[in-house]
């Protein structure tokens, strides 16, 4: 019978080339538990909630939480504002960055978040698969004090007909361009859009804190 000999020398070498799978296998099981940890412990209403994903840039958890707690003194009928961050793209760790595009896979897969906010790249991207509410009808006059409607057409995508049969170019995301409410995190909102997730299960209140990001949060 043939065996297989296994030693120093061709375990370095199976490490050598293929050390991701590992590493990819490691990250998979830790997403994995957290979800099932999250969906196992009691849960707040959806409509007592709102979820906000930061994507890209680095930013700092204890930070978001002091944000998420001044966002929370202007909604007191909700019980929760989660801010949380994926970093992923230029400039992070090539294995962090994995892990993030993993981990940003899993929770639009499993339709976690209200609101998210990407570069406009990822932005156009996801809009085009209809991943977003069209926010033609949320841009009010006090946003557009701040927002030039040359910046609003821009973010103006068509989605793809595969995915939606609205295929007419719609605003799916505004510019946080000015926002200065992440500052003290880390997280740079000058090439940003934010968006609201077409799956939202609490649209109308997350589309309120939308609002506030886009004029209290200067």
């Not at 001044?70 to 961050?85: G, H, K």
């Not at 077409?198 to 886009?214: C, G, H, M, P, T």
Request: proline letters at 5%; charged letters at 25%.
């Amino acid at each position: 019978m043939y065996q297989v000999t296994i030693n120093r020398e061709r375990l370095h070498n199976h490490l050598s080339y293929d050390w991701w799978k590992y590493v990819a296998a490691i990250l998979v099981t830790i997403i994995m538990w957290s979800l099932i940890t999250a969906m196992t412990r009691p849960q707040t209403p959806p409509e007592k909630k709102v979820d906000i994903f930061l994507v890209g840039d680095y930013a700092l958890d204890e930070n978001l939480q002091l944000v998420s707690q001044r966002m929370l003194n202007d909604f007191p009928e909700l019980l929760e504002i989660n801010i949380m961050n994926i970093p992923m793209g230029e400039g992070i760790d090539p294995q962090l960055d994995i892990a993030s595009r993993q981990k940003l896979m899993v929770m639009i897969g499993s339709q976690s978040g209200d609101l998210f906010v990407f570069d406009k790249e990822e932005y156009r991207l996801y809009a085009e698969q209809g991943a977003f509410v069209p926010l033609d009808d949320v841009v009010d006059e006090k946003i557009q004090q701040y927002i030039s409607m040359e910046e609003l057409e821009d973010c103006k995508v068509a989605a793809d007909p595969e995915y939606s049969e609205d295929t007419q170019p719609r605003i799916y995301g505004v510019p946080l361009k000015g926002v200065t409410l992440f500052k003290d995190t880390g997280y740079n909102t000058d090439d940003k859009v934010i968006s609201l997730m077409v799956y939202s299960r609490n649209k109308e209140k997350a589309a309120d804190v939308l609002k506030w990001i886009l004029t209290e949060g200067r």
